[in-house]
């Protein structure tokens, strides 16, 4: 979903991309505007609502980003998607109160800005404006008309923006409170649970009241509480372990210039299911997979095992989080080659990070 955001900038040294199906939003508010038969002036007005909106969209996004780097957390980046704006953080903290507050920062930033228009609008017509005009009402003698309607739509912003549920701030919000009493793990599966069943009820309204983009939203906001909760078990899974714990000091080494016939006489001695390659002066130059070598083989088994070896050889600090392995190891990547100083001690692969995780 984010490969295909192009970068627009970068702001207190956070690049901001859009993702390439923002542009379907204006596309169909123009294709809209002139179906209905709008004037330009409409129609620019309409865009220019949009784009405001996606402004308050960003500045939600920094109010998390911006509270983050308070607590030494950074961000990858932000981006932002016709369904709202992601502050891709590179972790969270420990501590629950201070994933509150960078939660919470979110929407103090829509409430914000909400204040302000509310307080631009009164000076400008008075409090009476509130009683007698439709906020939404997009008046065609003046870009002031999209005031009214931004403001709507921060609260609006607010309010969505804190159903319990992931990826909602309010899913994050309910995470914090209920593991400051029963730790991350269990209230992150409560959170989970409880997120759930507000989609379930989103998506059996939509469909008995015909809105089925409710069953949409439903649909995704379930998925995303679900993937949060695996992806915190896996955190937990590796928490306090190292790449040392894992390593694998002894494995058998490939030759590249054997064909993919030797190959499978020599694998089938061992138990390991990936192998690190060398060549002919002992130097590591690729990986290869036991299920590569029986699959190519049955194409050609004089192949060599450099035509159809992984070449992207990368390797890891034997001091680093296991938890960094296994992102790597979830790229594709065969095996890790793992280095303590200047020497290369051994291996990781998909087998030792099981085994330095049984409990």
Same mark, same amino acid.
């Given at each position: 979903?984010?490969?295909?955001?192009?970068?627009?900038?970068?702001?207190?040294?956070?690049?901001?991309?859009?993702?390439?199906?923002?542009? +379907? *939003? @204006?596309?169909?508010? &123009?294709?809209?505007?002139?179906?209905? /038969?709008?004037? #330009?002036?409409?129609?620019?007005? !309409?865009?220019?609502?949009?784009?405001?909106?996606?402004?308050?969209?960003?500045?939600?996004?920094?109010?998390?980003?911006?509270?983050?780097?308070?607590?030494?957390?950074?961000?990858?980046?932000?981006?932002?998607?016709?369904?709202?704006?992601?502050?891709?953080?590179?972790?969270?903290?420990?501590?629950?109160?201070?994933?509150?507050?960078?939660?919470?920062?979110?929407?103090?930033?829509?409430?914000?800005?909400?204040?302000?228009?509310?307080?631009?609008?009164?000076?400008?017509?008075?409090?009476?404006?509130?009683?007698?005009?439709?906020?939404?009402?997009?008046?065609?003698?003046?870009?002031?008309?999209?005031?009214?309607?931004?403001?709507?739509?921060?609260?609006? +912003? *607010? @309010?969505?923006?804190? &159903?319990?549920?992931?990826?909602?701030? /309010?899913?994050? #919000?309910?995470?914090?409170?209920? !593991?400051?009493?029963?730790?991350?793990?269990?209230?992150?599966?409560?959170?989970?649970?409880?997120?759930?069943?507000?989609?379930?009820?989103?998506?059996?309204?939509?469909?008995?009241?015909?809105?089925?983009?409710?069953?949409?939203?439903?649909?995704?906001?379930?998925?995303?509480?679900?993937?949060?909760?695996?992806?915190?078990?896996?955190?937990?899974?590796?928490?306090?372990?190292?790449?040392?714990?894992?390593?694998?000091?002894?494995?058998?080494?490939?030759?590249?210039?054997?064909?993919?016939?030797?190959?499978?006489?020599?694998?089938?001695?061992?138990?390991?299911?990936?192998?690190?390659?060398?060549?002919?002066?002992?130097?590591?130059?690729?990986?290869?997979?036991?299920?590569?070598?029986?699959?190519?083989?049955?194409?050609?088994?004089?192949?060599?095992?450099?035509?159809?070896?992984?070449?992207?050889?990368?390797?890891?600090?034997?001091?680093?989080?296991?938890?960094?392995?296994?992102?790597?190891?979830?790229?594709?990547?065969?095996?890790?080659?793992?280095?303590?100083?200047?020497?290369?001690?051994?291996?990781?692969?998909?087998?030792?990070?099981?085994?330095?995780?049984?409990?």
């Amino acid at each position: 979903m984010f490969t295909n955001a192009w970068h627009i900038g970068t702001f207190f040294k956070i690049p901001v991309k859009i993702h390439w199906t923002f542009l +379907l *939003i @204006i596309a169909y508010v &123009i294709g809209y505007g002139i179906s209905e /038969g709008a004037t #330009v002036m409409i129609i620019a007005v !309409a865009i220019t609502s949009v784009l405001s909106l996606f402004l308050c969209v960003l500045l939600h996004e920094f109010g998390h980003a911006l509270t983050a780097r308070r607590y030494n957390v950074e961000t990858e980046d932000i981006i932002l998607l016709p369904i709202g704006g992601v502050a891709r953080l590179r972790n969270m903290p420990d501590k629950p109160i201070k994933e509150l507050v960078i939660a919470i920062m979110g929407p103090m930033v829509n409430l914000v800005i909400a204040i302000i228009l509310f307080a631009v609008l009164v000076l400008l017509h008075g409090v009476e404006y509130f009683n007698t005009t439709n906020l939404t009402h997009i008046d065609e003698s003046s870009f002031l008309s999209v005031l009214p309607l931004l403001l709507e739509a921060n609260i609006a +912003l *607010i @309010i969505f923006n804190m &159903i319990p549920s992931f990826p909602m701030d /309010g899913g994050r #919000v309910l995470r914090a409170l209920l !593991a400051m009493k029963f730790g991350k793990l269990k209230a992150t599966k409560w959170a989970s649970i409880i997120g759930q069943i507000i989609c379930v009820g989103f998506i059996i309204y939509g469909f008995t009241s015909g809105q089925y983009l409710l069953i949409v939203i439903g649909f995704f906001i379930f998925a995303s509480a679900l993937s949060e909760y695996n992806a915190v078990k896996i955190d937990y899974k590796y928490k306090d372990k190292n790449v040392s714990d894992a390593v694998r000091n002894t494995y058998t080494p490939l030759i590249e210039y054997n064909t993919l016939e030797e190959a499978k006489l020599q694998i089938d001695t061992v138990t390991d299911n990936s192998f690190l390659v060398i060549n002919l002066s002992g130097q590591q130059c690729g990986t290869i997979t036991r299920s590569k070598i029986e699959k190519e083989k049955k194409q050609n088994a004089a192949q060599r095992i450099s035509q159809v070896m992984n070449q992207n050889l990368q390797s890891i600090s034997a001091d680093s989080p296991l938890i960094h392995a296994y992102y790597l190891l979830m790229q594709g990547i065969d095996l890790l080659l793992v280095i303590k100083g200047n020497e290369i001690i051994g291996i990781v692969d998909q087998e030792s990070l099981q085994l330095a995780t049984v409990e």
